[in-house]
């Protein structure tokens, strides 16, 4: 986002969270010192990614489920997926004032669900398409004015824009990458953002996805799976081998964050903020542009999704592994810009929901729909 990062936008109400941050050593070094818990999760099946919500942290995963963190847990909020098939989620991501979640997955499911109006919105197989979707980003406001962005195995890119009567308009789909895998896209304006690919490609658009320009990484040998884009000159990449690769609007540069060289599976970036997650059940937290501080959780499982968060930080994984912990100044005490400045974040001006951050009440889906596509007239 342009002026505030997400979790200021979306920290609009106190919330009740552990005390205090962990006080950070060395960034080249690992600790074992962690304030991250695993949580006790609803499912035993796979969670593939995670993402910041007006109404706290959601995740998806296999079978199409859905879940959110509430105060007292986390819960199934969708199951089975916006069809009822049980089809696999890969991806997911909120608007920008975080009342909506869209998620996507296996055989061209898309979905949406509204936290204010619990309502999910069926969008899946949009002209036709069928396809596994990797992934999906989105800006814009709920309900209003979204530009949606949706990539898949085939090397796809299908860009949806929400039009005044509530459908989406859909754009002729293209290929940025010449047709190998997405596992990951991300914008960080409406009309800017970035791709990978599989086959070490990155790319970026300027006009909401009409062309794309390859930036790299040509020196790149192992696999990408994640990115985070936080604008032109500001982008990181989760490869193999432990490896979170750094593009400052000029060139890329390697940074080994795992000694251990295991595989960077997920990465997210909130301002100076930035969370990445991988093999083995490691965390790595952002502390400069070529720094990253690993942790060890004692989990085994492979992370394959993370996301930082207005009142908690969330990896996870395979089994159903969910990491958490309590996000910094999510009790409105002062934090830090990454810096080293201390913020106030209850002096921010915010959006107000009628969703409370965490509340006790449980989701669920109070109403379902069947979401309408249009062509371009």
């Given at each position: 986002?342009?002026?505030?990062?997400?979790?200021?936008?979306?920290?609009?109400?106190?919330v009740s969270a552990?005390?205090?941050?962990l006080?950070?050593?060395?960034?080249?070094?690992?600790?074992?010192?962690?304030?991250?818990?695993?949580?006790?999760?609803?499912?035993?099946?796979?969670?593939?990614?995670?993402?910041?919500?007006?109404?706290?942290?959601?995740?998806?995963?296999?079978d199409?489920?859905?879940l959110a963190?509430?105060?007292?847990?986390?819960?199934?909020?969708?199951?089975?997926?916006?069809?009822?098939?049980?089809?696999?989620?890969?991806g997911?991501?909120a608007t920008?004032?975080?009342?909506?979640?869209?998620?996507v997955?296996?055989?061209?499911?898309?979905?949406?669900?509204?936290v204010?109006?619990?309502?999910?919105?069926?969008?899946?197989a949009?002209n036709?398409k069928?396809?596994?979707w990797?992934d999906?980003?989105?800006?814009?406001?709920a309900?209003?004015?979204?530009?949606?962005?949706?990539?898949?195995?085939?090397?796809?890119?299908?860009?949806?824009?929400r039009q005044?009567?509530?459908a989406?308009?859909?754009?002729?789909v293209i290929?940025?990458?010449?047709?190998?895998?997405?596992?990951a896209?991300?914008?960080?304006?409406?009309?800017?953002g970035?791709?990978?690919?599989?086959?070490q490609?990155?790319?970026?658009?300027a006009?909401?996805?009409?062309?794309?320009?390859q930036?790299?990484i040509?020196?790149?040998?192992?696999a990408?799976?994640?990115?985070?884009?936080?604008g032109?000159?500001?982008?990181?990449?989760a490869?193999?081998?432990?490896?979170?690769?750094?593009?400052?609007?000029?060139r890329?540069?390697?940074?080994?964050?795992?000694?251990?060289?295991?595989?960077?599976?997920?990465?997210?970036?909130?301002?100076?903020?930035g969370?990445?997650?991988?093999?083995?059940?490691?965390?790595?937290?952002?502390?400069?542009?070529?720094?990253?501080?690993?942790y060890?959780t004692?989990?085994?499982s492979?992370l394959d999704?993370?996301?930082?968060?207005?009142?908690?930080?969330?990896?996870v994984?395979?089994?159903g592994?969910?990491?958490?912990?309590?996000?910094?100044?999510?009790?409105?005490?002062?934090?830090s810009?990454?810096d080293g400045?201390?913020t106030?974040?209850?002096?921010?001006?915010?959006?107000a929901l009628?969703?409370?951050?965490?509340?006790?009440?449980?989701?669920?889906?109070?109403h379902?729909?069947?979401?309408?596509?249009?062509t371009?007239?």
């Amino acid at each position: 986002m342009s002026e505030q990062t997400r979790r200021d936008v979306l920290q609009f109400a106190t919330v009740s969270a552990a005390t205090g941050v962990l006080a950070l050593g060395s960034a080249a070094a690992q600790t074992n010192e962690t304030e991250w818990q695993q949580a006790d999760s609803p499912t035993g099946k796979a969670l593939n990614d995670a993402v910041d919500t007006a109404a706290g942290p959601f995740a998806v995963g296999a079978d199409g489920n859905v879940l959110a963190r509430r105060e007292d847990g986390w819960q199934t909020v969708v199951a089975y997926g916006p069809q009822a098939r049980s089809r696999r989620l890969t991806g997911v991501d909120a608007t920008d004032d975080g009342r909506a979640v869209w998620f996507v997955g296996g055989s061209g499911v898309i979905g949406e669900y509204d936290v204010e109006t619990q309502t999910l919105t069926n969008y899946s197989a949009p002209n036709g398409k069928t396809s596994t979707w990797e992934d999906c980003t989105v800006r814009g406001t709920a309900g209003e004015n979204e530009r949606l962005y949706f990539v898949n195995g085939s090397g796809e890119l299908l860009v949806g824009i929400r039009q005044d009567s509530g459908a989406i308009e859909y754009a002729e789909v293209i290929k940025p990458g010449g047709g190998s895998t997405i596992p990951a896209i991300d914008c960080h304006s409406r009309d800017a953002g970035h791709v990978c690919s599989t086959s070490q490609f990155v790319a970026e658009t300027a006009d909401g996805g009409v062309t794309w320009e390859q930036i790299g990484i040509d020196f790149a040998g192992g696999a990408f799976f994640d990115l985070a884009s936080r604008g032109e000159r500001d982008v990181n990449v989760a490869a193999g081998s432990g490896i979170v690769y750094r593009y400052d609007g000029f060139r890329w540069t390697p940074h080994v964050v795992d000694d251990a060289r295991r595989a960077i599976r997920a990465i997210d970036r909130d301002g100076t903020d930035g969370l990445a997650a991988g093999d083995g059940g490691a965390l790595y937290e952002r502390q400069s542009a070529g720094q990253w501080q690993q942790y060890e959780t004692g989990i085994e499982s492979k992370l394959d999704g993370v996301a930082t968060g207005s009142s908690y930080d969330v990896a996870v994984g395979d089994g159903g592994t969910i990491l958490e912990r309590a996000a910094a100044g999510s009790d409105g005490s002062a934090g830090s810009d990454g810096d080293g400045n201390e913020t106030n974040s209850t002096t921010v001006e915010t959006t107000a929901l009628a969703v409370d951050v965490l509340d006790a009440e449980p989701l669920s889906v109070e109403h379902y729909v069947e979401g309408e596509w249009i062509t371009p007239v």
